[in-house]
């Protein structure tokens, strides 16, 4: 069985009171699985990673994409790259959601995101990676002067 026949049945366990599965990849036996989602009919399906093979598998099966440890530049290649795959697949690509965790070395500053946006992306990441309690503060001092300054510029 393809992943394609089996993503629709491993949405089962949000719709239905019990059910079970036994697939190429992966089975479990009968199960209940409580609370439901709350979103109808299921929570978004987000597939990452950035190889031509991931973004298919995006385009194709996905309600998005969820890239990360790119540049701005690679970031907005990629994007262009999952729409376009959308696109062949009969996909609305403006009805599918990208979201992206840049590099945690690249400073965001407003040109940027304003590049992401236009590029396609919905939604942009902070990480903070820091090995000391002074370094992640001084990083979220930056970060917050960043979210300030675009708030100003594209507000």
Same mark, same amino acid.
């Given at each position: !069985?393809?992943?394609t026949a089996s993503l629709p049945k491993a949405k089962l366990p949000?719709?239905?009171?019990?059910?079970?599965?036994?697939?190429? &990849?992966?089975?479990?036996?009968?199960?209940?699985?409580?609370?439901?989602?709350?979103?109808?009919?299921?929570?978004?399906?987000? &597939?990452?990673?950035?190889?031509?093979?991931?973004? *298919?598998?995006?385009?194709?099966? $996905?309600?998005?994409?969820? $890239? !990360?440890?790119?540049? @701005?530049?690679?970031?907005?290649?990629?994007?262009?790259?999952?729409?376009?795959?959308? =696109?062949?697949? $009969?996909r609305n690509p403006d009805s599918l959601q990208v979201s992206m =965790?840049?590099?945690?070395?690249?400073?965001?500053?407003?040109?940027?995101?304003?590049?992401?946006?236009?590029?396609?992306?919905?939604? @942009?990441?902070? *990480?903070?990676?820091?090995?000391?309690?002074?370094?992640? +503060?001084? !990083?979220?001092?930056? !970060?917050?002067?960043?979210?300030?300054?675009?708030?100003? *510029? +594209?507000?």
């Amino acid at each position: !069985m393809s992943l394609t026949a089996s993503l629709p049945k491993a949405k089962l366990p949000w719709a239905e009171e019990k059910t079970a599965f036994s697939g190429e &990849f992966c089975s479990f036996p009968t199960l209940y699985s409580y609370p439901k989602p709350v979103q109808k009919p299921h929570p978004p399906i987000i &597939f990452g990673g950035g190889s031509a093979a991931a973004l *298919r598998c995006a385009a194709r099966l $996905g309600d998005g994409w969820y $890239g !990360m440890e790119s540049t @701005v530049e690679e970031t907005i290649a990629q994007v262009a790259e999952f729409r376009s795959y959308a =696109a062949e697949y $009969g996909r609305n690509p403006d009805s599918l959601q990208v979201s992206m =965790a840049l590099r945690p070395d690249i400073r965001l500053g407003a040109d940027a995101v304003k590049r992401l946006a236009d590029g396609g992306v919905h939604q @942009v990441i902070l *990480r903070a990676f820091a090995p000391t309690a002074q370094e992640i +503060i001084r !990083m979220l001092e930056t !970060m917050s002067r960043d979210i300030i300054e675009v708030a100003a *510029r +594209i507000g």
